[in-house]
């Protein structure tokens, strides 16, 4: 089944996210939190991709078995920024071969062991070379806040546009902690004339960990309703959860009150608080 196909339906749709893991844990692991979170009629299931190889391999298998093994839809991440243009459409012939339509088209961030790619600058030439090999249902990321590259938010927007154009067909956000960024930013996609579906990107933060890397990645752009749950609870773990739970929930419950219909829960394979949060929502995604 091909995402686009019902990101546009007016209904509202839950996904999430899992990593393959980094050792050979994958069949306690990842079988685990796919039974688990199948349970919850997630819409998709979307499997990163190590942008220099590593886990790589395991994104399709992975990808497969959600499609087969549980009959949800997946998403496969592809990188292209240490990849020449014969891996990637080795890559493009396996998605092909195990029948996963839907992949999700990214550039990556170069890792300190790895070569940058000769043959791809953008994501934007990876999606052209993937519509070229298939019929492919492709998305891309984008940046409320604008990425961390960019010059400003308008020539990220600008080249958000061209990503658009070369073939993509929607938008996952990266995450953010204030709704009304996500608001601004759609305020500035529309003006631009980027009408393809945004999937708002939601992170719950449940852990000191994620609370520093939270931190490193928005540039101090949290809101002060987060901060206080942070200083607050940041060295209580379990405090911690449930106020970064319901965190996430609120802010899922305000972006479907304000008509965003399609959510992207970054849920960092844990089973427990993906779960909690659908359940939170149970009667408000399955209407
Ligand atoms: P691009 O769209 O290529 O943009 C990168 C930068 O280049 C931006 O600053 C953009 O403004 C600029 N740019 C784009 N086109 C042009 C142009 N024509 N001319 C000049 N400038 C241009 N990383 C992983 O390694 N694996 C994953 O699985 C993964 N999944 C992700 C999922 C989501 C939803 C998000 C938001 C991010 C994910 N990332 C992942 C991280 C992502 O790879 C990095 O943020 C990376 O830095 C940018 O990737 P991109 O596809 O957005 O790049």
């Known amino acids: 089944m091909k995402i686009i196909d019902k990101l546009t339906d007016g209904k509202v749709h839950i996904s999430l996210e899992l990593f393959p893991p980094k050792q050979n844990e994958y069949l306690t692991k990842v079988d685990e939190l796919v039974e688990v979170l199948s349970k919850k009629e ?13 886990t790589s391999e395991k994104t399709i298998q992975i990808a ?19 990849s020449s243009r014969e891996e990637v459409l080795k890559r493009i012939e396996k998605l092909k071969e195990e029948k996963i339509e839907n992949i999700l088209a990214l550039r990556g961030d170069l890792p300190t062991d790895r070569e940058r790619s000769k043959d791809f600058k953008y994501a934007s030439e990876l999606i052209e070379e993937i519509k070229k090999y298939g019929d492919f249902c492709i998305g891309g990321a984008c940046y409320p806040e604008g990425h961390p590259e960019a010059k400003d938010i308008w020539s990220d927007i600008d080249n958000l546009k061209r990503k658009v154009e070369s073939g993509c067909e929607f938008l996952t956000t990266q995450m953010f902690f204030d709704n009304n960024v996500f608001y601004n930013f759609m305020y500035k996609v529309l003006k631009k004339g980027i009408d393809v579906p945004v999937v708002a990107g939601i992170m719950p933060v449940v852990n000191a960990k994620q609370i520093k890397r939270t931190m490193s990645l928005s540039g101090g752009m949290l809101p002060s ?5 942070v200083e607050r609870f940041g ?13 996430a929930s609120e802010q899922i419950i305000d972006l479907i009150a304000n008509g965003v219909n399609n959510i992207h829960i970054y ?3 844990k089973s427990d608080t993906a779960g909690k949060i ?3 929502l149970s009667e408000i995604y399955r209407k």
Do not use: W
């Open 278 to 280: 659908m359940d939170n």
């Open 235 to 247: 060295d209580d773990n379990e405090s911690m959860k449930q106020a970064g739970i319901t965190y």
């Open 64 to 82: 497969k078995d959600i499609q087969d093994k549980y009959n949800i839809p997946s998403l496969a991440h592809l990188t292209c920024v240490s």
């Open 225 to 229: 309703r987060f901060k206080a749950i």
């Open 42 to 54: 997630p819409f998709y299931i979307s499997v990163t991709y190590g942008a220099g190889g590593g």
């Open 267 to 269: 849920t960092m394979n």
